[in-house]
């Protein structure tokens, strides 16, 4: 980066972000856990040096949870064919740290310390790295100028700038392009990002290739962990629809469309996983239903209390990838609240997905709409009516399943591609 950017950084963003941190961690859990985590990082980096001395270093970075799924298969992939290096993946966010799986591959869990100059400095003085890796978004410039300086090749993996991203607007631009020209490699998820990057970055001699996004990789890696875990079946028959990860704004849009349906399909199941299953959520599901004069059960009394319910509502985390593997449509949540959540997981289970208007967050939505794997609706009607279609044409039904999973299929290998490029490269 220009010295002007990062005086600017480190003079003015870094002092005011810290204060700010400090004052919000009073009020907010997850950040007074960040800042007591991080005070262990020099032990662990001590401790972890004293056994790996002679061992080549790679850091992988990613935010939090979802950016370490990605970086997963890229880790597998790294240690298969050099298991004599040592990965450290670090995270920003608590959640990311605490709640992301300790792999075999993976040598140390630790927090990224907070991107002042002296503590980056002294992070990678003290851990040595070969080769920075960073997934998909969060660049941390002292980190990447630092790398720089000691000339440690930086990289960016599975890159995403959306057309109209906050990064492609005046000023703001200016910083950003000054960042992702400090990197060494950039490989993005597709074409379209690839463009992105390059509008942002201009006439650089850095290398930046299109290799895919290591989230399909993973998404099918999860799916054959999660069929292993064989959570009992919830319907012996039926048309079974599932919503995952609803929130109350799609609920709203939905739940008209399901009551009409269930009353004119006996063969109709239903399958609710709200996005927080906490009790009052439930009990408003609960509510909702038994109103328009259907029973629900939640999943964890299902076993206790089996009868004709219809509609099972899932009160636990964790297991939704899996139900997937037991639906025949999915409904996938946050598209009426502004962000789709994940549709990669549905799909691979070789299901139909259906959302509402907000999708353009996720590149697997618009291309499961191209393929005809999905479709998007606004409102009640519209949801209504696909699940009539697909209910009473079912030829139409197992061509939108079939495309579905084709684009899973059709986008695997983005792990072996970006694998081999970082270890080919120097």
Not at 181 to 188: E, H, V
Request: hydrophobic share 45%; glycine share 4%; net charge positive.
């Amino acid at each position: 980066m220009t010295f002007f950017w990062l005086i600017l950084y480190n003079a003015i963003f870094i002092p005011l972000a810290y204060l700010v941190l400090i004052i919000w961690a009073q009020f907010d859990t997850k950040l007074r856990d960040g800042i007591t985590g991080r005070k262990t990082i020099w032990l662990k980096l001590e401790e972890f040096r004293r056994h790996s001395a002679n061992h080549t270093v790679f850091l992988i970075h990613s935010a939090s949870l979802g950016e370490f799924e990605q970086a997963k298969p890229v880790i597998r992939g790294l240690k298969a064919i050099r298991p004599d290096i040592e990965i450290v993946a670090s995270f920003t966010s608590p959640s990311g740290f605490k709640n992301a799986e300790r792999i075999r591959e993976v040598a140390l869990f630790t927090y990224l310390p907070f991107d002042s100059f002296l503590n980056s400095r002294r992070f990678i003085q003290r851990l040595r790295p070969a080769k920075i890796i960073f997934v998909t978004y969060e660049l941390w410039p002292n980190l990447i100028h630092l790398a720089q300086r000691y000339r440690i090749p930086t990289y960016l993996i599975s890159a995403r700038i959306r057309e109209g991203s906050t990064k492609l607007k005046p000023v703001i631009r200016t910083f950003f392009s000054e960042l992702y020209r400090s990197l060494n490699y950039i490989y993005a998820i597709s074409d379209e990002h690839k463009k992105s990057v390059l509008k942002l970055i201009g006439s650089v001699n850095i290398t930046v290739l299109t290799l895919g996004d290591t989230r399909y990789d993973q998404v099918i890696q999860r799916s054959r962990e999660m069929i292993y875990k064989k959570i009992p079946k919830i319907f012996d028959d039926g048309f079974v629809f599932i919503a995952g990860s609803l929130w109350p704004q799609d609920a709203r849009h939905l739940l008209p469309a399901l009551y009409r349906t269930l009353r004119e399909y006996r063969q109709l199941k239903i399958i609710i996983a709200p996005h927080e299953p906490v009790e009052y959520v439930l009990e408003e599901f609960e509510d909702a239903f038994l109103t328009e004069g259907f029973e629900t059960v939640r999943l964890s009394q299902r076993e206790a209390t089996p009868g004709l319910q219809r509609v099972v509502l899932v009160d636990r985390v964790g297991i939704l990838a899996e139900l997937y593997h037991q639906a025949h449509l999915a409904f996938v949540g946050g598209s009426f609240r502004g962000s789709i959540h994940n549709v990669m997981e549905p799909a691979v289970a070789g299901l139909p997905v259906l959302f509402g208007p907000t999708y353009t967050n996720s590149q697997e939505a618009k291309l499961l709409l191209e393929a005809g794997g999905a479709r998007c609706c606004d409102n009640e009607v519209c949801i209504y009516e696909v699940l009539c279609n697909f209910l009473t044409h079912p030829e139409e039904y197992q061509q939108a399943a079939l495309s579905s999973r084709q684009v899973i299929l059709e986008n695997m290998g983005a792990s072996a591609r970006t694998v081999k490029e970082i270890l080919e490269s120097t």
